[in-house]
């Protein structure tokens, strides 16, 4: 215990934990102020998600490598799962779909490219694991393949294509869950040699004690889940409050929200020239959404959601997880990076923002 | 003739030559057994094009390298262009132009990723040639341009649209005759040496007698053209039975009846760390299919077709050829493979073939 | 001015100079004969074209080579940009848009194929600087990802959806201009070292006295500026003259026409084995059209044009400048070249023209 306060008075974003009991007075004294109960609950996920991740990482360190890493994966987005649990239950699919979307671009593009430019104005060139970046990259391919050929294949919009889509989509689900498999059996066993540099200990801090670990662990989700329930009510309210259109919340305020913890991590990893961490959270974080998180929630959507969810995803989404996917391809092909290779990422990643940003209501 | 019995009797699949004469004896029996003549006619087309196959290596081992090429790469895919042929005459295009479209992403995607997944199950890390990977990836992309740009520019549906996209297709089908030729010259001319180790002798087996050969090339040309008479009579009515959509059938079953004979010497290749041979057989069976077998039947439908056929794919089609092509090119660009390389392509083609099976007869 | 007149002695293109004085008459005369002005407007910019580069490059070696890069890249275009400026002043906003994505896919894969293909007659293989290669790619890759977002996102065609389009284009303007911005002073300052082959001395000519320069730069600007008047206007009836598409005529005519000088440059590097020369201008010129021309452009157009212009191209000519796109960054990817890898980038440039001169004028 004494050890987590510690931890607490040294991180200066652990401080935002005071607002966790701040937005749950909030929520019940106001239930109404959707903008302060909107921004109340960003600045109680951030911390939280720090917490998370760093417990995760505890665990995993105790672990050994192959169930650590497994871990690791499975519960690395969980900010990311638990805010789309709580807009599943709620039937908001359209906000599942856009954060997933938009977690995958934001990763692959916003958390990539700044890692880069972070990284470049600091370090003049830098390498990193190649091999690792194009596994990333094959996982991503094969996932926005799935997303891509059901809106490519099926047009008409008759009930027989919605039983197909939504029939398409649990199979697509679980080869998707199969592949992900496959790349940790690949990555974390039969071919483990080729992952080498990426894996020097991640922060370098000493982990917890395991149990701290997984009492923090179960804690604090019970909290995000909390505070993810309130952000989920209050978003769509608030970003009408803000002008904001509700593909621009989903896509990138969720998104952004979700991966604060990790972007951390992956920022200060790239300015101390440690670029095998930083693309391997980012892209590792892009593929474990687009491969994992993704079709559990098709699952789950027909235990806990009103009705199935498919894995369809408006066209103009489709493109942008395309853009992505082959940004990230492109620009981690040749294994250096310089501030000018993420500064055109980022670029691609404001054309997103600017255009989401714009979207007049009705043409979404 | 001694050695073709010889052959015979050593190659267990060429005991499906019994088939034959069953195949053509249950054909003037009962005609109207569909389903039972489609899977006949399967068991009968594959031996036949193993043999083909041999043949046409052993006239190829004659002629010199040069000539030899030329006529390996013309006759490869005999198979494939005799059962058009027979579904061309009969006016069916839309299954000559899924089986075209399914052959270049059966190749690509389960060929390739079947050879990779195993020969990477028995080798650790495999390398190959990739300047011969990306010289066919190079042409396949050039047709894939090819297919697109009739859709992507003429949406139009009107008779002038027909018109144009009848014109266009003559003229491309004529420059992607031309790009074939032109990389004949490229990779068996003025730059083999590029392409050294891909030529080390196919199989690995004494080459057949000229005569034999020769005959043997000519009686089983006649045979497959007949065989395939009853199995493109058969296979749209015993698709209905089996619960198969028109689409799977052109694009799934087609294709990998077609090229089971390619896909037996690919695997073998792999397995025996021959990397070279498979991707050359997969990469270059598709490549010429993409510009010498499609462009072919464009023209030879103008002569024996009932209307002139265009290039013009479905929507769908055109997708999944894109991607094929964008696989085999992210997929061989760094020249070496793994298991995992191997298992994602074949998801990817898995993803094709649910959709194409899944797919309501309506949406096609 | 005797130096002017030897170059001129020396240098049978600029012979044609005596179309200029030509043409200006010839508009005065007989204004509606469309198609003479049209073919005396091409002989009169092709060689004025010639000496504003050779005029641009001189400034740009007095001045040093960061402000020099500076001026070779906003001048570079000027033929380009004059052209555009006069069908932008006549508000016709289709031909403007057709000659910006003509001159970028013309660029990127005529200028290019042909500079591999004819140095690749006279030398085996040739080598060149991957890095700054990949760099132009990456700037192309950006802009397409802006030409290809409005129209992917925003379908409706209501008044709302025309708003935004505006809107959008404005904020993608000023993107890519900065983007522009930052990759001068990515390639000329802050890693000017890794583009150190592609700087060997221009065309290895002396270049001019500064007072000669600017002088010729001044006065052929406004030459330019008068004879592109007449090719405006001229060219739409020519076309139909010559039964030739406005989409060819933009894509095509326009493209070759304006890149007349450059494509002498880039030949005749390629002749040189200085490969690196010839895909600098070809992919430079490329990625400065798309990301300065084109938003200056779109600036320009709240000022001199009757309404303001948006980035969205018609379907088809997204679809052509993302295939420009993938070719270039396919083709320069190893940094080796040979004839083939030109003949396939001239092939795809084939597919565009033969598809754009058939389009029948409803479907544009």
Known sequence: MNRLL????????????????????????????????FLLSVLAIVPLATLLSHATESV?????????????ATLGNLTELVIALAALRAGEYMLVKASI??????????????SFLLGGL????????????????????????ALLIPSA??????????????????????????????????????HRELFASAEHGEAG???????????????????????????VESVQ????????????????????????????????????????????????????IALFVAPVLVLLSYVIGPTPMDLQLWPGAVVMVLIATLTATLVTNSGRSTWFVGALALMVYIIFAMTLYMLPPRVQ
């Open 237 to 288: 309210k608030a970003a009408e409050t803000f002008g904001m259109t509700a593909a621009f919340v989903g896509f990138i305020v969720v998104a952004l929200v979700g991966g604060a913890a990790e972007m951390a991590s992956a920022f200060s990893g790239a300015r101390k020239n440690r670029l095998d961490l930083s693309v391997g959270i980012a892209l590792g974080s892009a593929s474990q």
């Open 101 to 114: 979307a938009g977690a995958i671009v934001t990763n692959t593009l916003f958390m990539l490219g700044a």
């Open 153 to 190: 294949v099926g047009t008409a919009d008759s009930a027989t294509a919605t039983a197909f889509t939504a029939k398409l989509s649990l199979g697509l689900a679980v080869l998707l869950i199969v592949a992900y498999g496959l790349g940790l059996l690949f990555s974390l066993g039969t």
């Open 60 to 72: 995993a360190a105790k672990t050994g490598d192959a169930a650590g890493g497994l871990l690791n």
């Open 6 to 37: 510690s931890e607490i008075r040294h991180n200066p974003m652990l401080w935002l934990l005071a607002f966790v009991p701040v937005v749950f007075a909030a929520s019940m004294l106001s239930p109404d102020a959707h903008t302060l109960l």
């Open 122 to 145: 600091k370090h003049h060139v830098q390498e990193y694991n190649r091999v690792s970046a194009r596994f990333q990259a094959g996982l991503l391919f094969l996932a926005t393949v």
């Open 205 to 231: 801090e000493a982990p917890w004690p395991i149990g701290l670990a997984l009492a923090t662990l179960a804690g604090v989700t019970v909290l995000v889940a909390l505070v993810s329930e309130i952000f």
